[in-house]
């Protein structure tokens, strides 16, 4: 019934060895290595044990995952210095987020569906190619050249199936892959407001520049240019140019920069960077702000900042599937194959931010004297 390569799936995805597995479990390392062969009958129990240990529903052991893919085809920064546990794991969140991206798809007509700009793919000898994808999506989108309000909510809205990612690890702020022509972006949201803003716009980048790209980077090389281009595109997606430079103080200080950041949301060493790219502060300056910005500590703790953006669309399908009248929570965890804590982690919160709507609305009984 149970699928013994599914063990190796919960181990990824907690970090587990064999051995640690074996310790667990109390059983010799050998014995566990014979369960996992086919070699050695399980005891009855076994699945039982296993699902506990591994916090996920017996059910993950009868799931398959939809999309083969390789780490190599995921973006994301510090690739080289990622470890292979924590690389591991994000290949089965990945996996977790298309079956949770199925389960919606098959019980919700009408999803968001992601278009692709027909002329997407610029000249890649271009200096701008980066800004000019940024604008050409802005206009495409309709979004002017105002501050993107939540850009989370915005990816939703065009097709894009964004979640958030449990693994709280500093080599990997966000991610993005293409499954079966969808692209997904996953955001590390312990990190600052304006630092998951940046990084949702970074993936968006990879999205329209390298995801349908014929062209699979070769080395370290080629991974560092794509990423600059990310950077760049995140930079003017967030900021366009001409009306950053219309409404910058006159004087680039510290201080001004303080509050120009919070009209565009983003952290201060963004404004610093981006001031001197359009040669708003000179060389100088622009270093002495940078060894300011981490003298107080700026780089770390972002100083004033703003809200966090939402994702709206989990809890909206929630409520959708909730108003057909036969919706169960657990039947939904048990189909998908996870747990109610890793889909609410995958989700934003959205479990959490379900059973308080649904709260709300339960009848309250008075007592009548």
Known sequence: MYQLDRIKAAQNLRGFSHSKTAEALDIPLATLKKYLSGERTLPHDFWKKVSQLFNVPLSFFNVKSLTNFSMSEVNFRARARIKASHSNAI??????????????????????????LDDYNLDPDS????????????????????????IISLLELKGI?????????????????????????????????????????????HIFLH??????????????????EAD????????????FLSLA???????NMLKYK?????????????????????????????MKINSLGYHKNEPQPTHHD???????????????????????????????????NLTFKSLTLFKEYKDLRRPKLKIVE
């Not at 062209?215 to 990423?227: A, F, G, L, V």
């Not at 103080?249 to 201080?255: A, F, T, W, Y």
């Not at 359009?278 to 622009?286: A, E, G, I, M």
Request: one cysteine or more; a negative charge; hydrophobic letters at 40%.
């Open 232 to 243: 760049r595109f995140a930079s003017c997606f967030l900021m366009p140019d001409e009306n």
């Open 161 to 205: 199936k964004v979640f958030s990612l449990p693994l709280n690890v500093r080599e990997v702020d966000a991610l993005s892959i293409s499954l079966d022509g969808q692209p997904f972006v996953l955001l590390d949201t312990f990190k600052s407001a304006e630092r998951t803003r940046f990084d949702a716009a970074h993936e968006l980048a």
């Open 91 to 116: 290949a089965e969140y990945v996996s977790l987020a298309e079956t949770i991206n199925s389960y919606f798809s098959r019980n919700i007509k009408n999803l968001p569906i992601f278009n692709i």
């Open 211 to 228: 995801i349908y790209d014929t062209q699979t980077p070769n080395d370290d090389i080629d991974y560092k240019k794509r990423e600059s």
């Open 249 to 255: 103080p006159k004087e680039m200080s510290i201080n």
């Open 127 to 150: 200096e701008d190619s980066p800004e000019i994808a940024a604008l050409r999506v802005r206009s495409e989108w309709g979004l002017g050249v105002q501050p993107i309000n939540n």
């Open 262 to 290: 919070s009209y565009w949301r983003v952290s201060l060493q963004a404004i610093n960077y981006k001031s001197h790219k359009l040669n708003l502060l000179t060389d100088w300056v622009y270093r002495s702000n940078c």
């Open 310 to 344: 939402q994702s709206i669309l989990h809890l909206k399908l929630l409520k959708l599937l909730d108003a057909k009248g036969d919706f169960s929570v657990n039947k939904m965890l048990n189909e998908i194959g996870i747990s109610e804590e890793d889909f609410d």
